[in-house]
């Protein structure tokens, strides 16, 4: 699978190490450019490379993984994702820690917002509720896997996701709907920064 990332910070290229590691092609993008990340995608390996935003929104999946802040203008002006899914590993952080600040959004969840920025695409809500170090540490314990929760209104969107992270050793659990789902994962809920193993 082709896979991009808007956005290139610790969780994007924890996630990119995953991909690589499973032989995926992996291209990550910024606000800077491309010529920005090339030394950064050397060091993922082979299989990354740096792109445009543009050719990271192109991929057949993409990783939406920029500050919370910084997400109107990441999503704008793309083209069409054409029903390709978008992974959004976003926290409605308006400041982060440790004088956090949450954005209000009224009765919409921070992926229901996300979703509302990409029409076309099927949005998963996915890695936001657990710290990047985790992310990037093998999912895989002597006492079980990482838990990693996910939310998402289309149900083949959601079984893409949870095969691809299942072969990174996570142990994906479906919380159900961007609304309830992401309700529970979100900054304040009860799965926010919960970091769990599944015994198997």
Do not use: C
Request: aromatic letters at 4%; glycine letters at 12%.
């Amino acid at each position: 699978m082709k896979i991009g990332s808007i956005g290139a910070g610790n969780v994007a290229q924890a996630i990119a190490r995953h991909a690589a590691g499973q032989g995926h092609q992996v291209v990550l993008s910024n606000s800077r450019g491309p010529d920005s990340l090339t030394a950064l995608a050397e060091r993922l390996g082979p299989h990354v490379t740096a792109g445009t935003r543009e050719e990271a929104a192109s991929a057949e999946l993409v990783v939406l993984a920029v500050g919370w802040l910084q997400v109107p203008d990441a999503v704008a002006g793309l083209p069409s994702f054409g029903g390709r899914i978008v992974i959004d590993t976003t926290n409605q952080f308006l400041s982060p820690p440790p004088r956090a600040e949450i954005a209000d959004l009224g009765p919409l969840t921070g992926s229901e917002h996300v979703a509302s920025l990409l029409p076309d695409a099927r949005v998963v809500k996915a890695f936001n509720s657990l710290y990047g170090q985790y992310i990037a540490a093998d999912p895989r314990h002597d006492a079980g896997r990482q838990v990693l929760f996910l939310a998402g209104d289309d149900a083949d969107a959601k079984t893409t996701v949870i095969e691809l992270t299942t072969s990174f050793g996570f142990a994906p659990v479906d919380l159900g709907p961007l609304r309830e789902g992401g309700r529970l994962m979100q900054l304040g809920g009860p799965l926010s920064g919960l970091h769990v193993l599944k015994q198997d």
